[in-house]
């Protein structure tokens, strides 16, 4: 394994949130190139496709529950809404487990099986927090990044960002992804997002390189989005015609957001296209914005 030494920033930046990370594991935890090949390999279960009526269906993306051994979650809420919404599976963009410890991830694992309907996870960085921390979440989720295509019409590719970072092993696969002749809809899914949500200007992945080799694969192969969490709060913005979603906005009830209100994501297919809505637990309504069906 390859070693690495965080800048102060980080190091101060995780003692300031409170989470009982491991400086060894910050140091020394498997690469994003090491956990991309081995969640590659067929070593690991990869997750199956669901099954849902291939003319129309309905999926739930949120992200950052920061499942800890003694604090209340949305997980509750969310489980109300998903017989009256329609919602066939949904998708969590990491962060399930606040500290990375074995103790959150099978209470998170128990949390989300409650929930009672399909889901996928994808690795975010708190989920590194322990020097276990990728053991752990591999044998509880499987794979840090693979995809699916559900009922032959929309391809959910999910990147494996937990260092911030994408790596050359993981772009080759992606493009691979993106162009494989498959379903015309695609949806990327990950931890960390590209662009703030406000003004197309690049954020939070931390290479540039990287960040603009992502948005013209995404562009060029025409993904209809680019969904993330890490933020504590919901952004949108569409660039080169790529929708780009933060939806880092279910993280426990004690927790503020960095800015919002807390919610989910639903996407919509029918008709042969997509659409998304944003639901807040907060609104009388259920609704803060929602999006046109797509191209």
């Known amino acids: 394994m390859r070693s690495r030494l965080p800048g102060l920033g980080l190091l101060l930046l995780l003692g300031a949130s409170g989470c009982k ?6 140091l020394f935890h498997p690469t994003v190139e090491e956990r991309v090949k081995e969640s590659l390999s067929g070593s690991l279960t990869q997750p ?3 099954a849902v009526d291939p003319d129309s269906f309905r999926f739930a993306v949120f992200g950052d529950i920061h499942i800890k051994h003694d604090t209340l979650n949305r997980l509750s809420r969310f489980k109300q809404d998903v017989a009256p919404r ?3 599976f949904f ?3 990491g962060d399930l487990a606040h ?5 959150e991830y099978a209470r998170a694992e128990s949390m989300l099986s409650v929930v009672g309907i399909p889901y996928y996870a994808t690795i975010g960085n708190h989920d590194l927090y322990q020097a276990d921390g990728w053991s752990s979440f591999k044998g509880g989720f499987g794979p840090s990044c693979y995809s699916v295509v559900i009922a032959g019409r929309l391809k959910l590719i999910f990147l494996d960002t937990a260092d911030g970072t994408i790596g050359a092993t993981q772009f080759d696969w992606l493009e691979e992804q993106l162009n494989d002749g498959g379903p015309h809809w ?3 899914g990950t931890h960390y997002p590209v662009y703030d949500g406000i003004t197309p200007s690049m954020w939070r992945l931390a290479s540039a390189a990287e960040r603009a080799k992502l948005q013209s694969l995404l562009r060029d192969y025409r993904a209809y989005a680019y969904v993330a969490g890490h933020i504590h709060g919901w952004r949108y913005a569409r660039v080169a015609g790529v929708n780009h979603f933060t939806v880092g906005t279910m993280p426990p009830t004690d927790a503020e957001l960095d800015y919002g209100k807390p919610g989910y994501m639903i996407f919509t297919f029918a008709h042969d296209s997509l659409s998304w809505e944003r639901v807040d637990f907060l609104s009388a309504c259920g609704h803060a914005q929602a999006g046109e069906p797509g191209r």
């Open 21 to 26: 990370w491991d400086l060894g594991q910050v």
């Open 48 to 50: 199956q496709p669901v």
């Open 86 to 88: 329609g919602i066939g």
């Open 99 to 103: 500290d990375g410890a074995a103790d």
């Open 91 to 93: 998708c969590v963009l």
């Open 186 to 188: 695609k949806i990327v």
